[in-house]
Structures are given as C-alpha cells and as structure tokens.
C-alpha cells in the first residue's frame, strides 16, 4: 500500500486507489506529536509557557520557557494545587484562563483542550505590554489633567480665583494637599500669603504668613526665588512648623514637592504639593507634571495680576477723564450724557466740556480718533490743552486755531496719525432772555438746533479735524436761540449706534431728529435723558462706540422758578446718572 500526499494532508491508500477515511479531528482539539523527542524540541522552541496535563490534571509536560515563568510547576505534579495560586484556582474551577501577577512578571494564560481528555495552558509574559498599556493610560490621564488645567487656569482673570484654582485641581490627582505661597501686588503688605485646599475641605483656605514659612518649608525659599528643588521626606522636627499650613485633621504628612510659578518677569509663587505617609512618593512622572501644572499655574497667575493693574489704570484713567460736573451758568440751562464704548475698558475718545466766562461760557465737544487707552491719552491732552488755551484766548475760531498747532506740534504727533474733531463756542446771554452762539468747528458732524414749534435745524460749521493738518482750516458760525430753545452737539456714536431689530439698523441721523423733535418745550435735562433711553433701547445691550452729547438752553426764568422744587431740570448734571 502507497501513501498519496495532497494539500499537506497524510492517509493510506488501498490498492483500488481509494484513501482510507480516518476520523476527523475536532476544531477544538490539539494534537502533540507523538514523539517525545521531537514534541519537545518543538516546545522549547516557542516564546510561550506551554505546560500540558492528562485528564486527571497531572502535568505531563513543562517547555522551558513554563519552567523560566513558573518554576514552581514540575512534571507529575497535581496542576490544581500548584503553589501559582491565580493559575491554580483557575484549574480547580474549570476556567479557561487567568491573570496573575507572579516573580514581578505580568502573565496571562489560556487552556485548550487536548485529545485523550487532557488540557495545554500556553502563557505569555505580559509584563511589558501591560507597563506600555499603562503608560498609555497615565499618559492619557496626564494629559486630561493638563487640558483642564489649561482650560480653567485660562478662563482666569483674577488673582483669587487663579490661586484658588491652583490649589483645587492637584487635589486628589497629584498630591492630599496643596498650598499655593505667594506675594500680593502692592500697596498690600509685604508679607508671603497662602491659599490652601487639602483633600475633603469644603473650600480652599487662605492666610497671612511669615518670612519663617519660607524656612519651614523645605526648598521653599528657593522655589519663591526661581529655583526648583527635588521632593524631600518631611521631618518630625518641621512639623510643628508647618502647622499654620495643614489642617489639623491631615495626619502624619509624608512627602513634598516644591515648585516654582514662574511668570513672565520672574516667579509669580511657589507651588507646595503634600502627600500623606501612606502614599506613595513623587516619581519622575509626577514631578515633571507638577513642574509643568505649577509653570501653567505662574503664567495664568502673571496674566492675572497684568490684568489687575491694566483694570487699575484703566479705571484711574477713567475717572480722569469722565466728563465733568458742568457749571453753573447764569442764565443758560445745560445737560449733558455720556455713554462709554461697551467694552470691558471703559474709557473713550468722547468728551465734552463747559468753561465759565466773564460774560457768559465756554463749550466744547469732540471726538478723538480711535478708541481704548491711546485714545484717552489724546482726550486728556485734548482737554488740559483747552483749560490753557482758554486763559488766553476767548474767540472760538482763533482758539481752535491754537488747539491745532499745539496738537500738531507735540514730538512724534504725525507718526501717531492721532486727530480729534471738535465743536468749540461761546455762550452768551441776551436781555430777551435769548442765547447768542458762536460755534467753531473742526471736522465734526453739525449740532441740531431744536426750536420751540419742534423744528430740528441742522448747524452746518465744517473744518478740518484737528491735530491732522498743520495748515488745517477751520470754520465759524453764529447762530441765537430764542427762549425755549436748544442746541444739542453729539458725537457720531449716537446716530452709528447699531441695533433694532436684526442688531444691524444704525439709529441714524432720521431718527434723531425725530427724537429730538418729540422733546420741544422740554429743558436740556430732560431731552438728554430722553435721547440716552432711546438709544438704549435701540443698542438692547448691544456693543457700541463711545456716545457724548451735549444740551444747551435758553428760558433762564424757568430755570429760576425750578430749582427750588423737587425737580432741577434746569441744573448742571453729572454725566451718565442714568447709566
């Protein structure tokens, strides 16, 4: 009888050609060959542990690599009561795999069946694919914390809250307990502060310290000067040093690690992370994503405490430059509102001014080019320049002159392309009780006259816009209002403030008018307050530019006859009181 190969697959054949049939395997079962000598060589050789058992549980066969991995399992022996205790209760309970931790190896196992009834168990040194499994992980979940951490830290504008979310986020993640030391910007006192949050306090804590603190701690002085130091056991001896710092329920501290917040002119704070006794220390790991977290923690605390002092100087600017409480002049009736452009730094390029003279007034209304701090630099030299000027010079035309050489003139004024236009006049009272103006005018839009049957007049002046030109040119008109009459000088913000009901439609110089007109017979005061609601209403909340008018009537007896009653309509007026 021949044998007749095909596809790999071995039978005997009988003489009329036919191959015997031979019971096929099942898909589930393993065969070893036969021969001892040969199965061995070809175990030895795998990377897997490969430890066989008859169908009673003995174990008839070890490679090497099982007995590299599991020296304590031997041939003969009863594979369920082995000294590997994962794999031996997985045997006597039937399962088909296990996951154990063994002679500082990670294994996992697998059982497939073998014919006569008997099991083989192959397993594999996980070890290193499971520490790059949880590296993944830790790095995942550093990862996670530092986004957050950006997230949060970046929403930040004020100094407490910043501190307050340094010390809350570390906590649990990366240590019980973390105290953040730092210096408050002047004038405070100069004495190191602290902010606190340890695991299971309600809210974070805060206090005053001493410079002792900075020697309490270890490497703390130097984290406050820059320098980052390594995590240090702490002492017994320091304990009682360090109590101000922990709360009285934290127990026994066990390590800490100290590091600077840097900020962009030098260390903003220092970082203390503590960890209780029973925890494990800082490793390599844990102190590059503290550094880092306490980096992140510096600048948002340096952003921070720019931001304080740009809302400090924007809010000293502010009150420089707010219009001011106008005068009282005999005889003429004034009102002015003020609206600052709707961002958070408010102040503006929109100003107006009111000046006593020997017969009558002053006023002047302008509107700088641009807007935030540059703008007010150039409002404030606006408006100091016209409190000299005016010492010397009473004529509009001749004053605005002035204004425009002493802006064009000042070092640097061409390469800042900074101008301002202006509405610049005199006030005058007539015996009929009537009101003489005369108006100069540097590039800004016309002021309305309103007269008493509600006419609205435009004022056409002109000019050029000052500090532009130095041969700039400028115009003058006189006009008079009768009693009962008013002028109103406004900024463009008014009629460009941007709203309605798609929050697009300008207010618009038509719409003006009409308001204006509506408030005939009204005395400044009044009509200011009027025009300010509407154009609130039109904004809804809406940003906008700056917004400045100013009121100028006539009709001085009703003035008289009001300002002993509850209502002074006729009275100069803060700006903004309606704001």
């Known amino acids: 009888m021949t044998t007749l190969r095909r596809g790999g697959l071995a039978g005997p054949v009988s003489g009329a050609g036919q191959v015997s049939r031979r019971t096929p395997r099942t898909a589930d079962e393993t065969r070893i060959p036969t021969d001892d000598r040969l199965a061995r060589e070809l175990l030895d050789g795998l990377a897997e542990a490969v430890v066989t058992t008859d169908g009673a549980g003995k174990v008839t066969l070890v490679n090497a690599m099982a007995a590299e991995l599991l020296p304590e399992v031997s041939p003969g022996a009863d594979l369920a009561g082995c000294p590997v205790p994962t794999l031996a209760r997985a045997v006597a309970a039937g399962a088909d795999s296990f996951d154990t931790e063994h002679h500082d190896r990670r294994l996992r196992g697998t059982r497939r069946p073998l014919a006569g009834g008997g099991y083989a168990w192959y397993v594999r040194d996980v070890t290193e694919e499971h520490a ?47 105290i953040a030391v730092h210096l408050p910007p002047p004038p405070a006192e100069h004495a190191p502060h602290w902010v606190r949050y340890a695991d299971g306090d309600p809210t974070p804590g805060s206090g005053t310290g001493s410079w002792q603190l900075t020697g309490a701690v270890p490497g703390l002085a130097a984290a406050l000067d820059g320098d980052a130091g390594d995590p240090s056991p702490w002492l017994d001896a320091e304990l009682a040093d360090l109590a101000a710092l922990l709360p009285a329920t934290f127990g ?80 003429i009736s004034l ?13 503006g390029g929109d100003f107006y001014d009111v000046f006593r003279t020997g017969d009558g007034g002053m006023f002047a209304l302008g509107d700088v080019c641009g807007k935030g701090v540059g703008a007010a630099v150039l409002t404030g030299r606006v408006r100091q320049s016209l409190q000299t000027l005016r010492l010397v010079e009473h004529r509009p035309l001749a004053l605005i002159e002035l204004l425009n050489r002493a802006l064009f003139d000042t070092p640097d004024a061409a390469r800042r392309s900074q101008f301002t236009t202006l509405l610049l006049g005199s006030m005058t009272h007539q015996p009929d009780g009537g009101l003489r103006l005369r108006i100069a005018g540097g590039g800004h839009p016309a002021p ?45 913000g008014i009629t460009e403030a941007r709203g309605g009901p798609q929050d697009l439609e300008m207010f618009g110089e038509h719409r003006l008018h009409r308001a204006l007109a509506a ?48 209502t002074e309509s006729c009275s100069s007026r803060r700006p903004g009181t309606t704001e």
């Not at 986004?147 to 010390?167: C, E, K, M, P, Y």
């Not at 600048?299 to 600017?317: P, W």
């Not at 009102?335 to 102040?347: F, T, V």
């Open 335 to 347: 009102a002015g509102g003020y609206r600052a452009a709707g961002d958070s730094l408010r102040i």
């Open 519 to 566: 408030g005939a017979g009204l005395p400044p005061a009044a009509v200011v307050d009027r025009l300010l609601q509407l154009v609130d209403e039109w904004l809804d909340g809406q940003s906008h530019d700056d917004i400045a008018m100013l009121a100028i009537g006539t009709d001085p007896e009703s003035c008289s006859s009001r300002r002993s009653g509850t």
């Open 448 to 492: 309305l006259v309103l007269r008493a049957d509600g006419t609205v007049t435009p004022v056409r002046v002109g000019g050029m816009p000052i500090g532009a030109l130095a041969d700039a040119r400028f115009a003058e008109v006189e006009i008079r209002l009768a009693p009962g009459e008013l002028l109103l000088a406004h900024t463009d």
């Open 132 to 178: 790059r499994t949880d590296a993944l992980l830790a790095e995942r979940s550093r990862t996670a914390f530092l986004a957050q951490a950006g997230s949060r830290l970046g929403v930040s504008l004020h100094r407490d809250q910043t501190l307050r979310t340094t010390v809350t986020l570390p906590v649990p993640y990366l240590a019980d307990a973390a």
């Open 252 to 331: 026994r501290p066990g390590t800490v690690l100290v590091s600077p917040m840097m900020g962009a002119g030098g260390p903003a704070g220092a970082l203390v992370l503590v960890r209780r006794a029973g925890r494990a220390g800082f490793d390599t790991r844990d102190i590059d994503l503290a550094r880092e977290f306490a980096a992140r923690a510096g600048a948002a605390l340096a952003t921070a405490d720019l931001y304080g002092e740009q809302t400090h100087l924007a809010r000293v600017l502010q009150n420089s430059l707010l219009p001011p409480d106008l005068p009282r002049v005999p005889g």
